[in-house]
């Protein structure tokens, strides 16, 4: 019986409709959508041509790039605080503060050994921040490279629209 209940869910799976099947009435689609995803993925024949397309202009005239390099450098400048107390409390375990005397005796071999452990700990949590810090200014980088291009090309296609 219930390899006949299986056989049954199958039939049924495959007699539903589909979500996207375009005959039917809830997924009807503008009567020229065909013809605007002709023209959005026809090939750019020249410069002229490039330029009277909405989504170029679009595309060089938004400023989501700006907004993306912002952003990373807010990024940035939050994490570069946060690793100069991880490296100020690293300096402080080390003794290496002047400022600061070392408030326990290393005799005790508990406390040494809690010490090393803490010492540890935040020399990773330093490396990841430092590995955080390179990876987001090499995005950042990138993002600005990405701008400056953007630019150029605008220019290049200003130039040559005149």
């Known amino acids: 019986m219930s390899g006949n209940k299986e056989t049954t869910e199958t039939e049924e799976a495959h007699t539903r409709q589909r979500i996207w099947y375009r005959n039917a009435s809830h997924a009807s689609l ?3 959508t065909e013809e605007l995803i002709q023209e959005a993925t026809r090939p750019l024949s020249d410069i002229p041509d490039a ?3 909405p989504y170029v202009q679009k595309s060089l005239n938004n400023n989501m790039l700006e907004v993306m390099a912002w952003n990373l450098m807010e990024s940035l400048t939050a994490e570069n605080e946060f690793n100069q107390h991880i490296r100020r409390f690293l300096n402080i375990l080390l003794g290496d503060d002047p400022d600061i005397p070392i408030p326990f005796d290393f005799q005790d071999m508990q406390i040494s050994a809690y010490h090393d452990q803490l010492i540890q700990l935040v020399q990773e ?7 955080f810090l390179y990876r987001v200014n090499k995005s950042r ?5 990405a701008i400056e291009q953007k630019a150029q090309l605008k220019r290049q296609l200003d130039k040559a629209a005149k």
Request: no cysteine.
């Open 51 to 53: 330029l009277n397309r």
């Open 141 to 145: 980088d990138q993002v600005v490279f």
């Open 125 to 131: 949590s330093l490396s990841r921040s430092d590995e």
């Open 30 to 32: 503008p009567e020229d």
